[in-house]
């Protein structure tokens, strides 16, 4: 059974930095598409970042240059470092995997319980 556990989300500042964590267990984690997504209330889920089987990533434009979005096929987890955090990226965030490729899409299979994100001014 896929399961998929966030952490790492919390409160900061405007300006501020955190790092997410996903982690993966059940599957063949080299095998799947991963992403990273995010709702806040009263808006629809959103892309927020990507990264295809070959290591290649793709973003939402609202994060471009200050999110970065890895992971570590040996430990079975998957990483958002997010910087220069403002409060619009207040949302809930969730790890989501599947085996088809979705890229931004919130079309996948298997979601996270999400950890929240707030960012004051």
């Known amino acids: 059974q896929v399961q998929l556990v966030e952490s790492g989300g919390g409160s900061v500042q405007a300006g501020g930095s955190l790092t997410l964590s996903c982690a993966a267990s059940g599957y063949t984690y080299s095998s799947y598409y991963m992403g990273w997504f995010r709702q806040a209330p009263g808006k629809e889920r959103e892309g927020v970042a990507f990264?295809?089987?070959?290591?290649?990533?793709n973003y939402a434009d609202s994060v471009k240059g200050r999110f970065t979005i890895s992971k570590d096929n040996a430990k079975n987890a998957l990483y958002l470092k997010m910087n220069s955090l403002k409060p619009e990226d207040t949302a809930m965030y969730y790890c989501a995997a599947d085996r088809l490729r979705y890229g931004l899409a919130p079309l996948y299979m298997y979601w996270g319980q999400g950890t929240q994100v707030t960012v004051s001014s």
């Open positions: 990264i295809d089987s070959d290591g290649s990533t």
